[in-house]
């Protein structure tokens, strides 16, 4: 094989992959649906914006916190996901540029929020369990600052546990922006499976 041939079959290869790592084209499903994103992403931070602003001007949002905290999480997960899918329709290269790579193409704030979400719903059903089953003691354990620290641990767990697992198994693997790849052992990746 002469090295003309080689450097045409690596060029070819390389284009081969450009290609398939190219971004949506118009005519392609997944263009019009990143549009179906950001729409729906656009109403969810109008609706979560009202709701916050409804909470606040009734002087609920002290009393009614968890819920309050929800409704800010959400509204944050809404705004990420329009951030996140209009600089994907913006076909932005990531070549180089790790942190916005793995923060805004591979989407982990937002997961990030949506998890933190998760994690306050399971507060605020906890918060009525309590209420509801047990009205007497929820006087002496639903206190201020226990709603207060619930909220914080939504919102800081997910964000370091995301983090955490995107700086120890991310990288650039012919400069396209990869996660949970590079795990230490097999073990490991069955764990975070689990």
């Known amino acids: 094989m002469s090295e003309d041939s080689s450097s045409a079959a690596l060029t070819t290869a390389t284009d081969d992959v450009a290609s398939s790592t190219a971004p949506s084209s118009p005519y392609d499903g997944s263009f019009y649906f990143q549009y179906a994103v950001v729409i729906m992403g656009v109403v969810g931070t109008a609706a979560n914006a009202l709701v916050l602003y409804a909470m606040v001007a009734a002087k609920e949002h002290k009393k009614q916190f968890l819920i309050f905290n929800q409704n800010a999480l959400d509204l944050c997960s809404s705004l990420f996901l329009v951030i996140i899918f209009t600089i994907k329709l913006c076909k932005i290269n990531y070549t180089g540029t790790v942190w916005l790579c793995f923060i805004f193409y591979r989407e982990h704030i937002l997961w990030a929020l949506v998890l933190g979400s998760s994690i306050n719903l399971m507060s605020i059903t906890i918060e009525r369990y309590i209420k509801v089953v047990h009205p007497n003691r929820s006087k002496k354990v639903?206190?201020?600052?226990?709603?207060?620290?619930?909220?914080?641990?939504?919102?800081?767990?997910?964000?370091?546990?995301?983090?955490i697992l995107v700086i120890a198994t991310s990288h650039f693997i012919d400069g396209v922006c990869v996660s949970y790849v590079v795990f230490e052992s097999r073990t490991a990746a069955l764990i975070h499976a689990f």
């Open 142 to 163: 639903l206190r201020k600052w226990v709603r207060w620290l619930a909220a914080a641990f939504a919102w800081i767990a997910p964000i370091v546990y995301k983090f």
